[in-house]
Nanobody
Framework: QVQLVESGGGLVQPGGSLRLSCVAS????????MGWYRQVPGKSRERVAS???????NYADSVKGRFTISRDNAKNTVYLQMNSLKPEDTAVYYC????????????WGQGTQVTVSS
């Protein structure tokens, strides 16, 4: 069994910061890409940022320069530092990882709510 557990969401004022964390636990051999997605009601889930095992990163244009993704491979953890938050960043944020047990499969966390409002 593999689980991704997110933490760190909440309510923040515009211009503020939040840091999301996601830990992978369970029985597995390796993790390749890890990343963050977000979704608002009525819209499809969109990719926010991703990071390879080696640390190469990729960002959605809407968050470039404001969000930073990082990984601690020893702790099977991925982080998303979110600065200069805007109301349009309000969404449920989901952690995603490609994890190998016998083959690589896609796993999702349960989601954490981020609300940016004054």
């Amino acid at each position: 069994q593999v689980q991704l557990v997110e933490s760190g969401g909440g309510l923040v004022q515009p211009g503020g910061s939040l840091r999301l964390s996601c830990v992978a636990s369970g029985s597995f051999v390796a993790i390749s890409n890890m990343g963050w997605y977000r979704q608002v009601p009525g819209k499809s889930r969109e990719r926010v940022a991703s990071a390879t095992h080696a640390g190469a990163t990729n960002y959605a244009d809407s968050v470039k320069g404001r969000f930073t993704i990082s990984r601690d491979n020893a702790k099977n953890t991925v982080y998303l530092q979110m600065n200069s938050l805007k109301p349009e960043d309000t969404a449920v944020y989901y952690c995603h990882a490609n994890i190998m047990r016998t083959t690589y499969d896609s796993y999702w966390g349960q989601g954490t709510q981020v609300t940016v409002s004054s």
